[in-house]
């Protein structure tokens, strides 16, 4: 499990001084209620990758080729089982929260807290997949327009509306760093999923190396969430950037 440890990268990342890992994981504790539903979140990861693949291929590819092009890993194909709402009305919620919530109404912490309430029936690699999807679907929208805007009046008249910047190529710095920051938090979630799904009795850990080992995914599981909604705030923040602003970033 070096992998999942590999989590504290993100305390370190963010100056790990700023929040106590203790109180933090009493607080994802109390906002963490699974019931009965249930996800394959390993498809959706998968399918989730081919989303920023195809969303990248005009630009530089997250990886060489998509990790699954088949029906198997379309999202469309995916269910949450024994949930009261679908798999696309929970992205859709995750999204907007992640999107469209003013960021001056809160904190990160805060925001970040506010998508756990959101996630509180469901198990921690399901929250990490779902968290991911939310921001991978409106990356692919936004990258949609940008590639279809050349070719389409329609796309064009979206990207108009949407005020959005004519050549991308100008943040080509910030969005390779997105896109790593996104591998790194998939690589991240694939350990969770893969911990997550092991019978305990095979795990071969006594107690309190396991319960070491859950103290890092509670925290990763946050830090995944977070650097989520920081990519999202990208796109938020470039859909509402003026022509000139993208002249002066570079």
Known sequence: MTSVQSGSFWQHSWSRSYLDDDILIKKLLLSHDPDRRRLDSEMLLSAV???MFYAT???E???DEPVNANLKSDIGNIELIESPETLMHT???LAHEMLCKCPGKGDLHTRTMAVFDLLGSHRWDAKVA????AFATSYGEFSLIMQLRPRIPLAASVANLKQLPSNMSMLKPQWKA???LFKTMVGLAKCIIEFEALPVVHVGLDIDNLAAIKSE???TVYWIIRSSLVCASQI???MAMKPEQVHVLT
């Open 236 to 238: 938020t923040s470039l």
């Open 217 to 219: 995914i509670y925290v």
């Open 61 to 63: 590819p997250v990886s």
């Open 57 to 59: 291929t005009s630009e």
């Open 91 to 93: 992205i859709y919620k």
């Open 130 to 133: 779902l968290a991911i999807a």
């Open 49 to 51: 990758e081919n989303i």
């Open 178 to 180: 997105l896109r790593l």
